[in-house]
C-alpha cells in the first residue's frame, strides 16, 4: 500500500544561513529558562537543517560523500551548538548570556552560496524525537574521545554532532544512504574515515532517526564499515528507540543490527527532575498552576477519556500519532500533545490560535519546547450524537471555506498523478486488477481539473474528530498537522477536505451541492476537482488503516478491518463493478 510519502522543499542557503545567525545573536536577550534552552535547540534544528542541506547538496555534484573544507566547517559549528545545548541541559536550564563569539564567527564564513533541497525531519516534526536524548544515550554509551562518528542525513548528522560533543569526539562526518528504501547502500570517497581505519581501539558511532520499516540505512552504514575492515563489535549504533527495524527488513539486516551495541535514551530519561526540569514542570510554569499532575494517552490511550464503553471506540493508528497527554490541576484539564521543535511547532501555535478565535477549535494555552498545550474540552463525540444534518453541513462549509482562505501556503503536496497513482496501486492491492483497471480507465475520462490554490488541509474529517457541545455546535479537534504529516498527500486544494467530508459523512449529492456552496462564500470550488479527488481519498484512507491493521491487538485490527471495509466498499460502489 502506498501511504507514506517526502516533500522536498528548496531553500536559499544564504537566507537559512543569515536566519540561524538572527537567531543566535537573540539567544543573548533572552534570560536563563525553558524558554532560552529551547530557543537554543530550535538554532540547533536550523543549523542542522542548513548544514545537512549543503552535504547532500554536494553529494549531488560530486555522487560520492567526501569530506570537504565545508563540510567540516559545518561539523564543527553543530558540535559548537550541541555543546551550547548540553551546559544548558545538564544545567537544568538556568544557564544565560550570549553565544561565543567565535561561534558566530564561524557561522558567518560558511559558505551557502547554493540552494539547497530539504525535507522535513520526522523525529523532529512529529515523533518527539529531542536531541537532548542523543546527549544522554551517549554520556551513558562507556564510549569516549577515541570515536568516529557518522551521521546518517539528513536528520543524523545533526544528531551525531550531539553525540560527538557529549563525548568529546572530533566533529561527526556523514553519508546519505541511497538506492531503494529497503535496502540502501553508501557511496563514499576512501578518504572519508581518513585515519580512522588505522586506529585499531578505536569505536565507531552510527547516529541517526530510525530505524524504519526496513533498517537498511543503519545496515547501509554497518556494511560499509565492514568493507573497509572494521570489526562488528567496534561498531556502535544510536538510534532513537530500542525496538529494531519494522517488519520490511532483511534477515541480513536484522542479524547485523543485533550484533552491534545500540545506545538508547528516552525523553523520560533525559528531563527526569534531577538534571533537567520534566515536562510537568515545564506545563506548570506556563500554566502559573503548582500542583499539575501528568497522564499519558499517546498510542490510542485517549480513547479511554471517552464516555462510551470500549466497543465504541473509534479506530486508531498509534505508531502514527503524536505523543500526548493530559494535564490536570485544581479541577482543569488540557491537552498536551507534541507539536513540533523549532519553526514547526510555532507555526502550529499560530494555526490553534487562529482556529480558536474563528470558533472552531479549543483554546490554546502555549507552547513548551515542543508540546503544545491546549484547554480539554468535556463533550460528546460527532460519531455518537450531533446536530441536524443541515446544521452539521452549514458548520462544515463555514470551517472548511475559513482553512481555504486563511491557510493558504506554498508549501508542496502530492502532484494528482501521484495521487491517481496511489489510488490505482492501492485498489489493486485491496481489490484485484480489476478494480484497479475500472479505476485507472475512471481517471482518463475525468476531464483536468484546473490548478488549485494549495493550503493546510485538515485531512481527518471522521466523525470522531468532531465534538458536539451542550448548545449543539462543533468543534474540530487534530485539525493542525495531519497536511505535514509522514504521509503522501501533503498540502492540497480545499478540495480535498471536501471529497473527504463527501466520504466520511455520506454526503447525498444534494447535500454536496450545499456544502460547496457555502464554502463558495469564501473560495471558488473546483467541483471536477472534488470528484478526482474522492477516489484517491478513498484508497488513501484504505491503504492508511490497512496498515492500522496489521496491530497486534486484535480488537484494534477489528477496528481498523471495519473501516477499511468501508472504503473498499466506497471505491467498488464508485466504480460501478
Known amino acids: 500500500m502506498i501511504v507514506f510519502g517526502d516533500h522536498k522543499r528548496t531553500h536559499s542557503a544564504e537566507q537559512l544561513r543569515e536566519a540561524v545567525l538572527a537567531a543566535a545573536q537573540a539567544i543573548g536577550d533572552l534570560p536563563a529558562g525553558l524558554e532560552r534552552h529551547a530557543a537554543l535547540v530550535d538554532l540547533f534544528v536550523t543549523a542542522s537543517e542548513l548544514f545537512q542541506g549543503l552535504a547532500d547538496a554536494e553529494f549531488d555534484t560530486r555522487g560520492v560523500d567526501t569530506s570537504s573544507s565545508g563540510q567540516k566547517l559545518g561539523s564543527e559549528i553543530l558540535v559548537d551548538l550541541s555543546l551550547e ?134 545496515h547501509a552504514v554497518i556494511a560499509w564499515l565492514r568493507r573497509n575492515g572494521i570489526d562488528q563489535e567496534r561498531i556502535h549504533l544510536f538510534p532513537s528507540h530500542r525496538g529494531g527495524p519494522g517488519a520490511q527488513a532483511a534477515a541480513e539486516t536484522v542479524a547485523a543490527l543485533s550484533q552491534c551495541q545500540s545506545h538508547v535514551a528516552g525523553f523520560e530519561d533525559a528531563f527526569d527532575g534531577a538534571v533537567a526540569p520534566r515536562l510537568r514542570d515545564w506545563i506548570r510554569h506556563l500554566l502559573g498552576k503548582t500542583d499539575v499532575e501528568l497522564h499519558e494517552i499517546s498510542g490510542g490511550a485517549w480513547r479511554e477519556c471517552l464516555s462510551v464503553p470500549t466497543g465504541a471506540w473509534p479506530p486508531a493508528f498509534p505508531a502514527f500519532e503524536r505523543r500526548k497527554f493530559i494535564a490536570s490541576s485544581g479541577g482543569e484539564r488540557w491537552l498536551v500533545k507534541f507539536a513540533g521543535l523549532g519553526e514547526t511547532g510555532r507555526r502550529k501555535l499560530r494555526t490553534a490560535k487562529a482556529l480558536h478565535e474563528a470558533g472552531f477549535g479549543a483554546q490554546p494555552a502555549g507552547l513548551c519546547h515542543g508540546f503544545l498545550v491546549e484547554r480539554w474540552i468535556d463533550a460528546g463525540r460527532l460519531d455518537r450524537a450531533g446536530p441536524a444534518r443541515d446544521l452539521l453541513i452549514e458548520w462544515l462549509g463555514h470551517y472548511l471555506g475559513w482553512r481555504a482562505a486563511r491557510l493558504q501556503t506554498d508549501e508542496a503536496g502530492a502532484s494528482l ?34 490548478p488549485t490554490r494549495r493550503v493546510e488541509i485538515d485531512g481527518r474529517l471522521h466523525p470522531w474528530e468532531f465534538l458536539v457541545l451542550p448548545g449543539g455546535s462543533l468543534v474540530k479537534t487534530d485539525a493542525l498537522d495531519h497536511c505535514r504529516s509522514h504521509d503522501l498527500v501533503g498540502c492540497e486544494g480545499i478540495e480535498w477536505d471536501i471529497a473527504g467530508a463527501r466520504v466520511e459523512h455520506d454526503l447525498s449529492a444534494a447535500e454536496l451541492s450545499k456544502l460547496v456552496i457555502c464554502i463558495e462564500q469564501a473560495t471558488s470550488i473546483d467541483r471536477a476537482l472534488v470528484d478526482h479527488f474522492e477516489p484517491c481519498y478513498l484508497a488513501f484512507q484504505l491503504g492508511l488503516w490497512t496498515i492500522a491493521g496489521q496491530s497486534a491487538d486484535e480488537r484494534e485490527r477489528m477496528r481498523a478491518t471495519h473501516i477499511v471495509e468501508r472504503y473498499k466498499a466506497g471505491l467498488v460502489r464508485l466504480l460501478g463493478c
Not at 536550564?93 to 551557502?112: M, Q, V
Not at 570515536?147 to 544528531?159: D, E, K, Q
Open 85 to 218: 545545548v548540553l551546559r544548558s541541559w545538564q544545567q537544568g536550564f538556568a544557564r544565560s548570556g550570549e553565544l561565543d563569539a567565535s561561534l558566530l564567527a564561524k557561522l558567518a564564513a560558511s559558505d551557502c552560496g547554493s540552494a539547497i533541497t530539504t525535507g522535513p525531519a520526522e523525529g523532529y516534526a512529529l515523533y518527539a524525537l529531542y536531541p537532548e536524548t542523543y546527549l544522554l544515550a551517549a554520556l551513558r554509551s562507556g564510549l569516549d574521545a577515541n570515536t568516529c562518528v557518522i551521521g546518517i542525513r539528513s536528520i543524523g548528522l545533526g544528531l551525531a554532532a550531539m553525540v560527538a560533543a557529549a563525548l568529546h569526539a572530533p566533529p561527526p562526518i556523514s553519508v546519505r544512504p541511497i538506492g531503494h528504501p529497503f535496502s540502501r547502500h553508501i557511496s563514499a570517497a576512501p578518504e572519508l574515515l581518513g585515519s580512522w581505519r588505522d586506529r585499531p581501539q578505536a569505536k565507531f558511532a552510527v547516529v541517526d532517526e530510525g530505524p524504519g520499516l526496513s533498517g537498511s540505512s543503519f
Open 417 to 450: 498523478d501521484q495521487l491517481a497513482h496511489m489510488a490505482v496501486q492501492n485498489c489493486e492491492e485491496a481489490l484485484g486488477e480489476k478494480f484497479a483497471h475500472a479505476l485507472q480507465n475512471w481517471f482518463a475520462c475525468q476531464p483536468s481539473p484546473r
